[in-house]
């Protein structure tokens, strides 16, 4: 399987319709992170998963595990390797994804460690039974209280989004970023006029600024929030 994870990138990418890791996990049966492990090459997919694989690619099985298909002719097209956005994640002892928590504590290092197993495997991680299991998520805790009725101290669960595009005005979202650090705003879209994010408090005490896309390492949209403190 020398070739499978960056094969599998590479034609996922490139057949037409184009197809997002969340829709190839579903048409597995998976969740979208542990297919992300497939094409990281951090897991093997069962013989059953490498067929349906060959299968929804339309190459036999013999060349998705073997041929390198990043200087290789797919589908009557060259196909070079490009990049895409790396989620490293964990799993319990049943496989299961774990919401791994990323403390006010550890925010600047994950601004950085984000990609790096190491680091990821060393973050606090749980379970949250009614959070879907084919989805990714991740909790973080909030700084700041610029998204009020969210208070400082909260913990803000994230559903892990890997098509930008896809991102609605006005969604609340936690947004990794390596100018601001973890910050957790309402995202208006503009990335296809100024390849930008504008963002924007629910605090009107803070003044919306725009991101540029470029700086955002992670987008996690807003599930949910945690609070031990009682509304005031």
Known sequence: MEFLAQNLKIIRKQIEPKLTQERVADILGVSASTYGAYEEGRAEPRLDSLVKLAELFEVSLEDLLLKD????????????????????????????DN?????????????????????????PVFQVPFLSKRKKYR???????????????AVVFGEFVEDWLSIKNQTPCILV??????????????????NSFLLAS?????????????EVREVW???GYFDERFPE
């Open 69 to 96: 298909f990043s200087v290789a002719e797919v589908g009557g097209n060259m196909h070079k390797q490009s990049e895409g956005r790396v989620l490293v994640a964990t799993v319990d002892s049943s496989q299961r």
């Open 99 to 123: 919401i791994e928590l990323v403390p006010q504590k550890a925010a600047a290092g994950y601004t950085k460690g984000y990609a790096d197993v190491d680091f990821i495997s060393q973050l």
């Open 139 to 153: 909790a973080f805790t909030l700084s700041g209280d610029s998204m009020l009725p969210v208070r400082d101290g």
């Open 177 to 194: 970023t390596s100018t601001e650090g973890i910050v957790f705003k309402q995202v208006y879209n503009y990335l296809k006029t100024r």
């Open 202 to 214: 629910t605090n009107l005490l803070f003044k919306p600024y725009i991101m540029p896309a470029e």
């Open 221 to 223: 949209k807003f599930a």
